[in-house]
């Protein structure tokens, strides 16, 4: 086997610190999770091996005495004992994530927490989000104790410091590993990070702080929403900790389909039926908008599915509720199916009157005046 302090590529005389260093480079460079080049794994072992041997002051002095033989045979050590390397190898290559043993620490929860945001879902009618509203809701939600003023502990009494942790809100345990002392970082599980317990907790709140009531709210529906509108009440969320500031309410809309008229945009669109003589002859007729009845004149000779508009009768625009769209009307000609026998005189009365006037009153090919009158018009 070549000799470790080549492996390591430092000199004979190199420090525990160029050992540290030296290692770790290789390690990085040669960790089979890393490197996929053939042999990668096995020249990983090899430097372990040689840290292994030169970072320990008694096992260094024999090698560089006695070489591989002042070892005793003693082969790499079981990385089952190395406590969680894996763990603490990806860590290292990951800056260590403060939980080195000169990183820092985590942030513990000992101070002022804001409160969890919430959400409600609010289904309104079709009218209600052209022109808005203002609704009363009902929500639960945490609000802080009236009786311990969100302390936890009862009247008369406080919080006292944790035994676990010592009022650090962390505990930690040294693990040894190849790279050195390691020292891991976890919250305390006797105090969840405030560094605080709550010996004799509040009889209202059972130490929490925080109790969960139904609070009713006013909330302003303004003109023109749609489904998906999100609006923000600030401060209506849980309460939080320790004196900490509300979370926000948010109400997401949801809003019924009418059913007759459809919104697309600020535009709304809806349908109406005529009879062809309205269609031929016009007519004046009443039409549903979000305002009520309002008039729409049918022109003279109106084809099917012609699109007519009531101006600003549509949704008002967000923000801006004097600003409307329109309302686009489809008109369907409806023709009937049965004639009494005074409608089938007088229709022949008037295609009489057409075929008189010439041929481009009509359609030849229609054949309807040859059955008619038994010729071609």
Known sequence: MADYYDLLGVSRDADSDTL????RRLARQYHPDINKDPGAEDRFKE???AYEVLGDPETRTRYDQFGEAGLGGSGMPDMGDMGGFADLFETFFSGFGGTGASGGSRSQRRGPQQGDDLRYDLTIEFKQAVFGQEREIKIPHLETCDSCRG??????SGP???NTCGGAGQVRRATRTPFGSFTQVAECP????TGQVISDPCGTCGGQGVKQVRKKLRINIPAGVDTGT???VSGEGNAGLRGGPSGDLYVFLKVKNHSKLR???LTIHTEVNVSYLQAILGDTIQVETVDGLATLDIPIGTQPNTVLTLESKGIPKLGNPVARGNQCIVVNVNLPKRFTEEERILLEKLATYYSAKGPQNHHHNSGLFSRLFGKNG
Not at 151 to 156: M, V
Not at 190 to 193: E, R, V
């Open 20 to 23: 540290k260093r030296a290692y």
């Open 190 to 193: 006797g105090c969840s990070g």
């Open 263 to 265: 919104r697309d945009g």
């Open 230 to 232: 999100r609006l923000r």
């Open 160 to 162: 006292s410091t944790c």
């Open 47 to 49: 430097i372990g091996r």
């Open 151 to 156: 302390s936890g502990a009862r009247a008369g």
